[in-house]
């Protein structure tokens, strides 16, 4: 069974820097594109950043040159590095593996970024 599980989300102050981490459980991972995505209050669910098997990174516009993603196959983990974090950058962050027709979802990890 595959499972997601993220972690190191938390409350920053505007202008820090949070790593989030996105562990696979399972042998599917190093096989399939990674996504981040993040659902803020009142908000639709949203795509933040995409890395592909071969190490290809897409980001959306209002996250460029402040997030990373990355990924490690020996790990089985894909991360986000969020750098110059925003207020409006709150939200849960929620990582996703799309595996043929199967989807699968972690459970999120919530970033506060207030004062």
Same mark, same amino acid.
């Given at each position: ?5 993220? $972690?190191? #989300? !938390? ?5 820090? @820097? ?6 696979? =459980? ?25 890395? $592909?098997? #071969? !190490? ?5 516009? @209002? ?6 993603? =990355? ?28 595996? !043929? ?13 207030? =004062?």
């Amino acid at each position: 069974q595959v499972q997601l599980v993220e $972690s190191g #989300g !938390g409350l920053v102050q505007p202008g820090g @820097s949070l790593r989030l981490s996105c562990v696979v =459980s399972g042998s599917i991972f190093s096989t399939n594109p990674m996504r981040w995505y993040r659902q803020g209050p009142g908000k639709q669910r949203e795509l933040v950043a995409g890395i $592909s098997t #071969g !190490g290809n990174t897409y980001y959306a516009d @209002s996250v460029k040159g402040r997030f990373t993603i =990355s990924r490690d196959n020996a790990k089985n983990t894909v991360y986000l590095q969020m750098n110059s974090l925003k207020p409006e950058d709150t939200a849960v962050y929620y990582c996703r593996l799309l595996s !043929g027709v199967d989807i699968y979802w972690g459970q999120g990890t919530q970033v506060t970024v207030s =004062s």
